[in-house]
T-cell receptor, first 115, second 113 residues
Framework: DTAVSQTPKYLVTQMGNDKSIKCEQN?????MYWYKQDSKKFLKIMFS???????INETVPNRFSPKSPDKAHLNLHINSLELGDSAVYFC??????????????FGPGTRLTVT | GENVEQHPSTLSVQEGDSAVIKCTYS??????FPWYKQELGKRPQLIID?????GEKKDQRIAVTLNKTAKHFSLHITETQPEDSAVYFC????????????FGGGTRVLVKP
């Protein structure tokens, strides 16, 4: 009954490879996000989808391509992996509440290591 | 775009003392300010949040204050316990920016028994 789940939890791969991370939420939320947390623990938004529509696309290399097949799933595909892509990637979801607050629930994270 | 600064980057306190973390934001349109706690190897989890129409909010040992004029907000933890040791992140967001959270750089809090 995990609210936001991600697979895989760990991903070790070589430079130049292509990899995907999957995210699913069972909270019925209509908005999902991808965040990157670097080695210094800094958390930065990458993408956001609302009802399968891309609404936030930060300055991210076009090697990163999100895809939302339905509002409960948001996947992240990364082409031609580079050393600098090594980080923890968090998926999150949210639903706007009455009063305007919208807690974002985070998944457990995927630790990507590029060698 | 929004910029959130957080201080201090590390904070060491004795068990039972109070801890205060401060954040400033740049976008006056920001209207939602959550605080997240991240334990080692775990996901960030919301501990308290405040909206711009409220100046202060309290939940047991945790309180948050917001000064919209000065564009800063603070987290206060009283009677700290060892399990409060974690990295704390402040964040700011606005609906106009798609509700994306802009995070501060984090504060590593260590509560010494």
């Amino acid at each position: 009954d995990t609210a936001v789940s991600q697979t895989p939890k760990y991903l070790v791969t070589q430079m130049g490879n292509d990899k995907s991370i999957k995210c699913e939420q069972n909270l019925g939320h209509d908005t999902m996000y991808w965040y990157k947390q670097d080695s210094k623990k800094f958390l930065k938004i990458m993408f956001s989808y609302n009802n399968k529509e891309l609404i936030i696309n930060e300055t991210v290399p076009n090697r990163f391509s999100p895809k939302s097949p339905d509002k409960a799933h948001l996947n992240l595909h990364i082409n031609s992996l580079e050393l600098g892509d090594s980080a923890v990637y968090f998926c999150a979801s949210s639903q706007e509440l009455q009063g305007g607050s919208y807690e974002q629930y985070f998944g457990p994270g995927t630790r990507l290591t590029v060698t | 775009g929004e910029n959130v600064e957080q201080h201090p980057s590390t904070l060491s306190v004795q068990e039972g003392d109070s801890a205060v973390i401060k954040c400033t934001y740049s976008d006056s349109a920001s209207n939602y300010f959550p605080w997240y706690k991240q334990e080692l190897g775990k996901r960030p989890q919301l501990i308290i949040d405040i909206r711009s129409n409220v100046g202060e909010k309290k939940d047991q040992r945790i309180a948050v204050t917001l000064n919209k004029t000065a564009k800063h907000f603070s987290l206060h933890i009283t009677e700290t316990q060892p399990e409060d040791s974690a990295v704390y992140f402040c964040a700011a967001s606005t609906k106009a920016a798609g509700n994306k959270l802009t995070f501060g750089g984090g504060t590593r809090v260590l509560v010494k028994p």
